[in-house]
């Protein structure tokens, strides 16, 4: 099992559905998107406009300016960045940027954005939606939801090697509450390992999201149980990148899972005494103390696909 990777999310937005206007200005976003990566994020997610069920569309200008800044200061720092748009214009910036994965809930349904990512050999995740963010919530329906976006991904998969984009560069996700009612996002994730045997690494999207607030009765901010809950077994069933809000806390879920599924922990050098850490520190993380890995190795053999390449 590849180690899990955590993708922490900075929203340069003003409506995200959890943390809309926190880090609409560029420096307190950088200043977010460093504090998360001291708090493990191995990957820093750039979004410029919310996919909330409703929101309100953003115009490439407008979404450019504000991811562009931020994307540079963090790959500035020696982040790992990925950008979340749907906009070839906004994605090719942020390359520019410094950005090294495209992160399209269209799933590069747009032809421009598919050649970007074919030209710029970068990774790319692959996002099921049904509808778009402004209708997708209303009466979504599926034969079987796990056989639909499975089919569905791995068309987009085959559309994006056939326009010479590598495989090892691809990343399925299956769009947890992307036109999904409540008991289509538990299929999902109860048999998400029907995702993984497609042979790419999937990534899962729960953090705070709507359906943990219907099933354990909690507003967005009171998410963060239902989220680990639901990333542990997303590991369980196979899945390597995590996309989250509350990167300290879900970082030690995984890394506890992640042991506890490989019985086996093999402590660093300075961890063999006792360790301790807040997850309010602002002490960055150096790598001889993490307990979960950054992605290795840059190169991997299409057959085993294993840990996306960031960086
Ligand atoms: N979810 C959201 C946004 N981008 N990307 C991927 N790959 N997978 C997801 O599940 C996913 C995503 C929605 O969450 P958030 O960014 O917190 O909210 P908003 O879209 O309102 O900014």
């Known amino acids: 099992m590849p180690p899990p990777i955590v993708m922490g999310i900075v929203n340069v937005t003003p409506d995200s559905f959890s943390d809309g206007g926190r880090w609409l200005d560029p420096a307190a976003a950088i200043a977010h998107g460093l504090q998360l990566r001291d708090d493990g994020a191995d990957l820093l997610d750039v979004g410029g406009e919310s996919t909330r069920p409703g929101a309100a569309a953003v115009s490439e200008e407008e979404e450019r300016r504000r ?15 990925s950008v979340d748009t749907m906009k070839a214009t906004v994605a090719e910036a942020a390359l520019d940027a410094g950005a090294t994965l495209v992160n399209d809930v269209t799933a590069l349904r747009d032809p421009a954005m598919v050649r970007l990512v074919a030209d710029r050999g970068c990774d790319v995740c692959l996002v099921h939606m049904q509808g778009d963010p402004r209708t997708m919530q209303k009466d979504p329906r599926y034969d079987d939801v796990v ?13 994006a090697m056939a326009a010479g984009v590598r495989r090892e560069r691809i990343i399925l996700d299956p769009g947890i509450g992307f036109g999904k009612t409540v008991q289509h996002n538990l299929e999902l994730l109860d048999r998400l390992h029907e995702l993984v045997a497609l042979g790419f690494p999937v990534l899962v999207g ?53 042991a506890t599924l490989a019985r086996t922990w093999t402590p660093t050098p300075d961890e063999t005494t006792t360790t301790s850490r807040t997850t309010t520190s602002t002490t960055p993380t150096t790598s ?18 294993s840990t996306p390449t960031t960086g």
Do not use: Y
């Not at 639909?148 to 068309?155: G, M, P, T």
């Open 147 to 159: 056989a639909d976006v499975a089919a569905f991904l791995l068309e987009r998969a085959d559309a």
């Open 288 to 305: 001889s103390t993490r307990a979960v890995p950054r992605p290795s190795s840059p190169s991997r053999s299409p057959d085993s696909p």
């Open 67 to 81: 991811v562009v800044p931020v994307v540079a200061g963090l790959a500035g720092a020696g982040a790992r960045v």
């Open 206 to 258: 729960t953090s705070r999201k709507s359906f943990l607030g219907k099933i354990a009765g909690r507003d967005t901010d009171d998410r963060l149980p239902g989220t680990i809950a639901t990333n542990v077994l997303a590991l369980a069933r196979g899945a390597t990148i995590f996309r989250v809000h509350d990167v300290a806390p879900v970082r030690d879920a995984m890394a506890v899972a992640a």
